[in-house]
């Protein structure tokens, strides 16, 4: 576990209103319905690109809705706490730290799916992920979960979905990303942030590949205990979600 103290804010985010496409809802049957429309692809979400086309060798960059949301839900906590389950990113440190003000926690999950495998473990990594994060319920204000799911068996997935919304507190933020389409080779993705709405997509070597893709309805009862403010599909089948814990 990596650390990081709060840094001044040297930015504002301007806040996005949290009416703003708010969808409302309708109680007890069709409530789940409204769950379901909220993460299914919204023809005004799907037009996300990358700011231009990457010089040859560069890794590519992409357009991101989701983390300027995340931001902003984030923006009037004072001294916030960040949970990062990705590899260090020195500049991720960085940006979170001055615009938030935040004290991040970086828990690096890949590395230790990767360690799991390594070891012929993979059947104990539910029973790690119950233990992995020695925090007090509702204790930290927001969640970079990335990637990481999809990764994972579905015993591991969902303890580590049961103990993210329990440390999360109430009107915390996750951020999490899900793909949409098989991918052959076994590669991670670090996610670098460019600016509140483009990441730069660094791929490195993985002992294990995505896993099945998961569909609309299995998301939903991963993070049952947290609900769906905003999803977006993007042009490199990749579907942004974020979640906030009522």
């Known amino acids: 576990m990596l650390e990081v103290t709060p840094l001044p804010r040297t930015g504002t985010l301007n806040p996005v209103p949290e009416n703003q496409n708010r969808e409302r809802r309708t109680p007890n049957a069709e409530r789940l319905v409204g769950l379901f429309d909220r ?45 990062d389950l990705g590899p260090v990113v020195g500049s991720n440190v960085s940006f979170f730290g001055e615009q938030l003000g935040c004290k991040i926690f970086v828990e690096d999950i890949f ?16 029973e790690f992920l119950k233990r992995r994060f020695r925090r007090d319920d509702a204790s930290v204000d927001g969640i970079l979960c990335w990637d990481v799911i999809d990764y994972l068996d579905r015993p591991a997935a969902q303890e580590l979905a ?3 919304t329990r440390v999360l507190r109430p009107d915390g933020a996750l951020l999490a990303f899900f793909g949409t389409a098989a991918q052959r080779e076994s590669m991670y993705t670090k996610f670098i942030v460019v600016d509140e709405l483009n990441l730069k997509y660094k ?19 991963l993070f049952s205990g947290l609900r769906v403010q905003d999803s977006f599909l993007l042009q490199n089948n990749l579907r942004e979600i974020l979640f906030r814990k009522s």
């Open 39 to 83: 993460i299914a692809p919204r023809k005004t979400d799907i037009d996300v690109q990358a700011p231009g086309a990457p010089a040859p060798g560069d890794d590519p960059v992409f357009g991101t809705k989701a983390l300027r949301k995340f931001l902003a839900s984030l923006t009037a906590r004072e001294s916030p706490i960040l949970l």
């Open 162 to 164: 049961t103990q993210l």
């Open 111 to 126: 590395a230790d799916l990767d360690r799991h495998v390594r070891e012929g473990k993979l059947e104990e990594l539910p």
């Open 203 to 221: 791929p490195y070597p993985a002992l294990r590949g995505r896993q099945a893709v998961f569909l609309n309805r299995d998301i939903i009862r």
